[in-house]
Structures are given as C-alpha cells and as structure tokens.
C-alpha cells in the first residue's frame, strides 16, 4: 500500500491563488487541489489545451468548500464538502467557496493533462 499527504503534493498556480499537483499512485494518479473562491479552471484548460474543457474524467473528492463542475451539455451540478463525484471528459470547475479536494484519474490522461499545463509555465 502507498500512502501519500496531499497538501505536499500541491505547488501554486502561478498567481491565480490556487495549488494543484499530482502523484502517481498505484495504476491511477491523485490530483491534489486546492481553489480560491471564484476561480474558473476553464481559463488554465484553455491555456494548457486549448479548449475550455478538460479531456480526462476525474472522481472527485470535496474536502472542504463548494464547486461546480460545468459540463459540454451546458448543464452544471455542485459539489460540496463531503461529497464524491464524478465528472467524465469534456468538463470544466470552478469554485463557489474555497475548495480543497483531491481527484482520481486514470495515469495515462493525468500525464498529457498535467504535461500540457506544465508547459504553459503556470506551475511552480
């Protein structure tokens, strides 16, 4: 078993406010999270590919806070504390109140995903 402490996983996102990273556990990734109110990830999708929306599904764990996940469709639902979602590809998240969560996907996405923000230098 492999254990990992998400809050040494997290690095700023550079200046939004915001920390994510990610780890490897396993055969999924974790993606640790953590998301001032008011802060839209479909500008950070944008950069990193593009698009508005994210091209990996995520299982969602809220730890703390409200956010919602918006999805092609238009339609939307909010996720608070306590909660697990899942949210398939073609999504995007933003937080309504400050938000701590981690996420599971599977590696091979996590890495193009996480590759391609990376790139955009928003990490660090």
Do not use: W
């Not at 994510?20 to 953590?34: F, I, P």
């Not at 479909?42 to 956010?67: E, I, M, N, Q, S």
Request: proline letters at 6%; charged letters at 20%.
């Amino acid at each position: 078993m492999a254990v990992i402490t998400l809050k040494d996983t997290r690095q700023p996102v550079g200046g939004t406010g915001a920390e994510m990273g990610s780890t490897e556990l396993g055969s999924m990734s974790v993606l640790a999270h953590r998301i001032p109110a008011g802060l839209d990830y479909a500008d950070l999708l944008r950069a990193a590919c593009g698009d508005l929306l994210c091209p990996v599904p995520h299982y969602f764990v809220v730890t703390k806070g409200v956010l919602e996940i918006q999805y092609t469709d238009g339609t939307a639902e909010s996720v608070r504390a306590g909660d697990v979602a899942y949210a398939p590809p073609g999504h995007s998240i933003r937080a309504i109140e400050d938000v701590e969560m981690a996420e599971i996907s599977p590696t091979d996405g996590n890495a193009f995903l996480m590759g391609r923000i990376a790139a955009t230098g928003l990490l660090g």
